[in-house]
């Protein structure tokens, strides 16, 4: 399929997408054409189903027939990334996926979140115990993850580790900083380039 150069970026938990904004308008500069879906029911409160599911239908949206696009998802919004991609069809569609600080694995806070997504979040989760036993369907996205060791949201931050693809380590003081991050942005952006490069 050929890949276009249209973007998804998908926030994290209780985040309208403002996170998502300096990151949208450097990609934007950058040629690329981002999108920031403001998912509803964004508190996980629904589990990540829902989202996901909004998700897809901006993927159909914002992309020509028979074209692909590239996720980029920030804590949460990797998650609901990942259950498109793996449970909804969504690998045929993107040909890169990003994760930024995302709990793949888990994270001793979501404990606090007495609901369906926080209990799909949390560490030992049938949820994402599903989703990494199945990893290997991101393959095909050539799935890349960015984390940084400061990370105390996502506890153990290591959780924000892909168990395949690509990792990049960078030293972003907080969580919520990571996607406003001038270094990080510069990898997302290298990353979507190289991705639309190699199918030249």
Same mark, same amino acid.
């Given at each position: 399929?050929?890949? $276009?150069?249209?973007?998804?970026?998908? /926030?994290?938990?209780? =985040?309208?997408?403002?996170?998502?904004?300096?990151? &949208?308008?450097?990609?934007?500069?950058?040629?690329?054409?981002?999108?920031?879906?403001?998912?509803?029911?964004?508190?996980?409160? !629904?589990?990540? &189903? /829902?989202?996901?599911?909004?998700?897809?239908?901006?993927?159909? &949206?914002?992309?020509?027939?028979?074209?692909?696009?590239?996720?980029?998802?920030?804590?949460?919004?990797?998650?609901?990334?990942?259950? !498109?991609?793996? +449970?909804? *069809?969504?690998?045929?569609?993107? #040909?890169?996926?990003?994760?930024?600080? $995302?709990? #793949?694995?888990? $994270?001793?806070?979501? #404990?606090?979140?007495?609901?369906? *997504?926080?209990?799909?979040? +949390?560490?030992?989760? &049938?949820?994402?115990?599903?989703?990494? +036993?199945?990893?290997?369907?991101?393959?095909?996205?050539? /799935?890349?993850?960015?984390?940084?060791?400061?990370?105390?949201?996502?506890?153990?931050?290591? @959780? @924000?580790?892909? /168990?395949?693809?690509?990792?990049?380590?960078?030293?972003?003081?907080?969580?919520?900083?990571?996607?406003?991050?001038?270094?990080?942005?510069?990898?997302?952006?290298?990353?979507?380039? =190289?991705?639309?490069?190699? @199918?030249?």
């Amino acid at each position: 399929m050929p890949k $276009s150069r249209v973007a998804i970026l998908i /926030p994290g938990i209780f =985040d309208r997408g403002k996170s998502m904004r300096r990151m &949208e308008g450097a990609l934007d500069r950058a040629g690329f054409v981002a999108h920031s879906i403001n998912l509803k029911t964004n508190s996980g409160w !629904y589990g990540m &189903e /829902p989202m996901a599911q909004q998700l897809g239908e901006l993927v159909e &949206e914002v992309t020509e027939k028979g074209d692909t696009c590239a996720l980029v998802g920030f804590s949460m919004g990797g998650i609901v990334a990942r259950y !498109y991609l793996q +449970r909804l *069809g969504g690998a045929e569609k993107v #040909h890169k996926f990003i994760a930024l600080s $995302s709990p #793949h694995f888990g $994270s001793l806070w979501a #404990h606090l979140l007495p609901y369906k *997504g926080g209990r799909q979040l +949390r560490i030992g989760s &049938e949820f994402l115990s599903g989703l990494n +036993r199945d990893a290997a369907m991101l393959e095909s996205a050539a /799935p890349v993850s960015i984390w940084t060791p400061y990370d105390t949201t996502i506890v153990p931050h290591t @959780s @924000s580790r892909l /168990p395949l693809g690509k990792t990049y380590q960078v030293p972003v003081s907080l969580h919520r900083w990571v996607p406003q991050n001038p270094a990080v942005i510069d990898i997302v952006s290298a990353e979507l380039a =190289d991705v639309l490069k190699a @199918s030249d």
